[in-house]
């Protein structure tokens, strides 16, 4: 019970934290790092002949294009207006977060189906989207294959080739996952502060919008939020539940965030921006829950 505690109060608290410290973002290239070690550590205790697609990953793959082009469709009809529509597109389309590996070893289910779902959610969607995104926003292009690479490349490449070397060399650091948890979570925890350090100097940098248009693109941001996440545990049906939710409501903001500042607007942008607090405050919400079950099952 107060080792839950903890955890909920440090989470809560990187959150107040960044929002309260904007200034931190200038930190936030230490981000990347820090999810090279959590995914290295995670990768120790993979079983890679466990990774192969399932029904469950097409059709979250489906949905993520259903979910995205709906968004955009809904609010262009009810509003009328670009702007939110565009940033409703830029929250659905978002593929698998690189981190959802990690938080789905933390909550305990299978890292190897999350790895399968965040490699073929990235690839299918990203390429892809040279064709969608000229009907969504009047233009786009091919570069956004070396975004991807260069997104992707590094962050997972790198631990995955540090993770074989020790498995191969040091065969009991298969066993580190689970001695390292707490070092992962504290991790987690200062990445938590920079996200939400980050998405407070976004959202307080961006002059001259008013704080109607704020409010309807973080209510549009957080209703996507609560669709992914509970289609996603529909879709996963009763052996992939939490892995299917966490597939389909963990986003990569970053390179969705990119991909508005660069072919829509800082406005458009706002949207995965809004989306980082959303599914990081459920990611809360569910770490609690599973140390809660824990310590009742003892």
């Known amino acids: ?39 290295f550590v995670t990768f120790l205790g993979i079983r890679f002949k466990r990774m192969k697609p399932e029904r469950t990953h097409w ?9 995205a082009l709906a968004a955009w469709g809904v609010c262009r009809l009810i509003f009328g207006n670009g702007y939110l529509a565009e940033a ?6 978002m593929p698998t977060a690189t981190a959802a ?9 299978s890292v190897e189906f999350m790895l399968t779902a965040l490699l073929l959610a990235n690839g299918i969607i990203c390429a892809l989207l040279p064709f969608i995104l000229p009907a969504v926003v009047g233009q786009g292009g091919f570069e956004i294959y070396l975004n991807v690479a260069g997104n ?21 650091a298969i066993a580190w996952p689970r001695k390292l948890k707490d070092v992962t979570f504290g991790i987690w925890v200062v990445i938590l502060v920079l996200i939400a350090a980050n998405a407070s100097y976004d959202i307080s940098s961006r002059d001259g919008i008013s704080e109607r248009v704020l409010e309807q693109i973080g209510a549009v941001s957080l209703l996507i939020c609560g669709i992914n996440f509970g289609l996603g545990h529909l879709l996963g049906g009763r052996t992939r539940a939490a892995e299917g939710s966490q597939a389909l409501g963990q986003k990569n903001t970053t390179l969705s965030i990119y991909l508005a500042l660069t072919y829509a607007s800082p406005i458009a942008a706002l949207g995965p921006t809004f989306y980082v607090l959303w599914h990081n405050l459920w990611n809360a919400w569910q770490l609690y829950q599973a140390s ?6 003892g």
């Open 1 to 39: 019970m107060f080792k839950s505690l903890i955890r909920t109060f440090a989470i809560v608290a990187a959150f107040i934290a960044g929002y309260l410290m904007p200034g931190l973002h200038v930190y936030s290239w230490t981000f990347k790092w820090m999810l090279i070690v959590m995914l």
């Open 292 to 297: 809660e079950r824990k310590r009742r099952n």
């Open 59 to 67: 059709l979250l793959v489906g949905a993520n294009l259903l979910v």
């Open 88 to 93: 409703a597109f830029f929250v659905g389309i």
């Open 101 to 109: 590996p990690v938080v789905m070893g933390l909550l305990g289910g």
């Open 152 to 172: 992707i490349s590094l962050v997972m490449l790198l631990p995955l080739a540090l993770a074989l070397a020790a498995r191969r060399f040091y065969p009991r």
